[in-house]
């Protein structure tokens, strides 16, 4: 028992200790605008560097469960810009996501969220039927938390590949409007202003295309249950 849980003792007590090192406060726009000037001076010169230690921390917080951990895309898109800054930010989360998938698959099994009732079992049904497109809309949806939802699909049996798959590409909407802002904010926090952060996601322009690609990841799961209905 002790040696499938481990893993996950130690990320929980990874996550209790950098709460307990007051971690949370350096990945905020404060701890950015104070720091600014040195990231960008460092990016500058350790270009290669600063990108693969930025996406060391970012998978590791990932990995851990730290709640804010997708801010950090924000510091991504300032630090190195749109492109290089979404690419570096959705290898980091889907890494530090598959890493705490795996532990948890280690630790729990896939059989844990069948036994918590109907809702549970109707739901892995579906998600076994069309496990890819059901995987991608959880990525899309911005409702749910994504340290939940790197936790959940471990308690089904789904295949690492499809986890993998939608989560690197159905974090990529959402990573690329965070991204943007940082890209975008660095003469407000030279300046001192606020950036408003609060609902970004739920912004029309923001999440009109979001529900497209939902949509669209919905036509393999209408199709099939339509031609199942047609051939009994």
């Known amino acids: 028992m002790l040696k499938r849980i481990w893993p996950l ?3 929980v007590g990874a996550l209790a200790a950098f709460f307990a090192l007051g971690g949370p406060k ?3 726009l404060d701890a950015l605008r104070e720091n600014q000037d040195m990231l960008k001076a460092f990016v500058a010169d350790n270009f290669a560097l600063a990108i693969l230690g930025f996406i060391v ?3 590791s917080l990932v990995a851990i469960s730290f709640p804010g951990a997708g801010f950090l895309s924000i510091f991504s898109g300032f630090l190195f810009g749109i492109v290089p800054g979404t690419m570096a930010a959705v290898v980091a989360a889907t890494t530090g996501a598959t890493i705490i998938f795996l532990v948890t698959r280690s630790a729990f099994g896939t059989g844990l969220a069948a036994k918590a009732g109907p809702f549970m079992q109707k739901f892995e049904k579906g998600l076994k039927e069309n496990e890819l497109s059901y995987l991608f809309i959880l990525r899309l949806v911005p409702i749910f938390p994504f340290f939940i939802v790197n936790i959940v699909p471990a308690l089904f049996d789904v295949k690492v590949r499809n986890y993998v798959l939608s989560t690197l590409f159905g974090i990529i909407p959402g990573g690329l409007v965070y991204v943007s802002v940082g890209n975008g904010i660095g003469d407000a926090l030279s300046a ?7 609902g970004l996601m739920f912004r029309p322009a923001v999440i009109l ?3 497209g690609l939902m949509l669209l990841s919905t036509i393999p799961i209408i199709y099939k249950k339509y031609t199942a209905k047609a051939a009994s």
């Open 9 to 11: 003792l130690v990320i």
């Open 192 to 198: 001192g202003q606020d950036v408003p952060l609060s």
């Open 57 to 59: 921390i970012y998978a």
């Open 209 to 211: 295309p979001i529900v």
């Open 26 to 28: 350096y990945i905020t």
